[in-house]
């Protein structure tokens, strides 16, 4: 399928991989676990006696090795091809604003409780 894919296409394909705007680490990978991608699309995750799979449209893979660390995040090898074409801009931009706020009040809170242990 994916030789047969114009070039916006496989841009689509290859957003479909990435979830834009947090690190999902194994240990925040739940089956049922949602994320969106930054194409747009919705990421499922499920977990049974074989394994941990990621499930973006139509296609499923099964996650084969965790938490590789990288400079700007984490990735999780899959054994295949999400070859989810769809997008959502509006969709993927919600989420990376929606995780950019999450980080900020994660971090705010941090830097808050840093300063309050130094007072002791």
């Known amino acids: 399928m994916i030789g047969t894919l114009n070039s916006t296409q496989i841009q689509d394909v290859l957003l479909n991989h990435v979830i834009n705007g947090t690190v999902a ?3 925040n990978i739940a089956s049922g676990q949602n994320f969106t991608s930054a194409g747009g699309q919705p990421f499922t995750f499920s977990t049974n ?3 941990t799979f990621v499930t973006s449209g139509q296609s499923t893979a ?3 090795a965790t938490d590789i660390i990288l400079n700007n995040g ?3 090898l899959i054994n295949g091809v999400l070859a ?3 997008s959502n801009a509006t969709a993927a931009s919600d989420a ?3 995780q950019s706020s999450v980080i900020v009040s994660a971090t705010a809170f941090l830097e ?3 300063m309050l242990r130094g007072c002791d």
């Open 25 to 27: 680490y194994s240990t």
């Open 49 to 51: 006696s074989t394994g």
């Open 62 to 64: 099964q996650i084969v």
């Open 74 to 76: 984490v990735v999780h």
């Open 84 to 86: 989810n074409t769809a």
């Open 96 to 98: 990376q604003a929606s």
């Open 112 to 114: 808050v409780d840093v």
